[in-house]
């Protein structure tokens, strides 16, 4: 009788992926730690001269913040299983690096922390603990429904993002957020609310996490356009919809979870045959 077993990760591994991830966030959070208060402080507004106006940046970058550590936090329990945390600080990382660096104005100095980063997201998701074929295999029938919502976001957010890029294309040195890539940030913000709602459609392993993050970030970039008056906001009206958005794509892929199959099952492993 033949059997399957699942072979162990090697131990090298194991450790370089984690040292991957280190060096990640440190690349994310290092130079600035305080990003990560940013959710809230941006909503009491910043002293004159000392963000007035980036308010919104500043909320931006504090929830994307957020996701690269949840992301990270997710592998410490069976990270072969956590392949759509993988996309997220993976994916997300270098869209919004690759962006930041060829479109942003960035110091000297900084180029090669971007640069860094961008490669290392990558590694780190090459050295996963997952098969490479898993990273890529949904492990149950991908979501229509799920779909249909990240293309109903994805418009919007397209154009969301081509207006900020259009805004830092037509601005220069004189605007601080020229110099600081704001209007760039905002514009992968846009566009990684949609990318992350197609991994979670596709059903990755672990998709119900980049299925929470897409709604997070909907919903978070509704809210802070709300409760804080500064360029890059949403209107009302749209803060509402992103709002609403968030909350049904939440809604639905936790139904979705919940219903008989193999929803919850974890990634999808190379086996190899056995003999007794």
């Known amino acids: 009788m033949t059997e399957t077993t699942t072979p162990p990760i090697p131990r090298w591994r194991l450790i370089t992926f984690w040292v991957l ?28 001269g000392e ?16 996701s690269m550590v949840a992301a990270v936090a997710a592998q410490l329990r ?19 690096f690759v962006m930041v660096l060829a479109l942003a104005d960035l110091p000297a100095e900084g180029i090669p922390i971007i640069a860094a980063a961008i490669v290392i997201a990558a590694l ?3 050295a996963h603990p997952s098969s490479w074929r898993a990273k890529f295999t949904s492990v149950t029938t991908p979501s229509r429904t799920l779909f249909a919502l990240a293309a109903v976001a994805a418009v919007p957010s397209v154009v969301y993002a081509v207006g900020q890029l259009d805004i830092h294309l037509g601005s220069g040195p004189h605007d601080e957020h020229y110099a600081f890539g704001h209007w760039v940030v905002m514009a992968v913000y846009a566009l990684l609310v949609p990318l992350f709602g197609a991994v979670a459609a596709w059903k990755v392993s672990g998709w119900r996490f980049p299925l929470w993050v897409a709604g997070i970030m909907a919903a978070a970039l509704g809210v802070g356009s709300l409760g804080i008056t500064a360029v890059s906001q949403l209107t ?8 609403a958005w968030g909350a049904a794509f939440i809604a639905v892929g ?4 919940r219903q008989p199959g193999p929803h919850n099952q974890p990634a999808p492993t190379d086996r190899r045959p056995v003999s007794p």
């Open 236 to 243: 009302t009206t749209w803060s509402l919809l992103a709002i």
């Open 124 to 126: 780190a998701f090459v």
């Open 51 to 66: 963000g007035a106006t980036h308010e919104m940046h500043w909320f931006a970058q504090g929830v994307f913040a957020w």
């Open 21 to 48: 991830l280190v060096v990640l966030l440190f690349l994310h959070l290092g130079e600035r730690p305080q990003q990560l208060s940013f959710i809230v402080t941006a909503f009491g507004g910043f002293p004159a």
């Open 254 to 257: 936790e139904l979705e979870a």
């Open 78 to 96: 069976r990270p072969a299983a956590q392949v759509g945390a993988a996309w997220v600080y993976g994916a997300g990382t270098v869209l919004a």
